[in-house]
């Protein structure tokens, strides 16, 4: 079954790190683009960050020089390293990936969320 599983989640005080983990798994090919997103209540879906199979990288500006994401492509896995964490950053956080499959065509995946909550 492919599916993407979130770990890492949960109550951080504010400046303190969190580090958050996802891993791909079923009948994957190879995967282009992972990325990370968030959404709080009230608010739309936002792209915190991504990193292509070679390795380019992409941040929203909020969290430029605090999180730090990356990927063990022999995994299937990518992380977001999350420091200097601020209230603001509280929300649930998903795992997105653009997979090609063993069969050779396209899909686009999404994890269960995991719940971050920066608060003192």
């Known amino acids: 079954q492919l599916q993407l599983v979130e770990s890492g989640g949960g109550l951080v005080q504010p400046g303190g790190s969190l580090r958050l983990s996802c891993a791909a798994s079923g009948c994957i090919f190879s995967i282009n683009i992972m990325g990370w997103y968030r959404q709080s209540p009230g608010k739309q879906r936002e792209l915190v960050a991504s990193i292509t199979s070679g390795g380019r990288l992409e941040y929203v500006d909020s969290v430029k020089g605090r999180f730090t994401i990356s990927r063990d492509n022999a995994k299937n896995t990518v992380y977001l390293q999350m420091n200097s964490v601020k209230p603001e950053d509280t929300a649930v956080y998903y795992c997105?990936?653009?997979?090609?499959?063993?069969?050779?065509?396209?899909?686009?995946?999404w994890g269960q969320g995991t719940q971050v909550t920066v608060s003192s």
């Open positions: 997105n990936a653009d997979v090609r499959l063993v069969s050779r065509s396209y899909v686009t995946i």
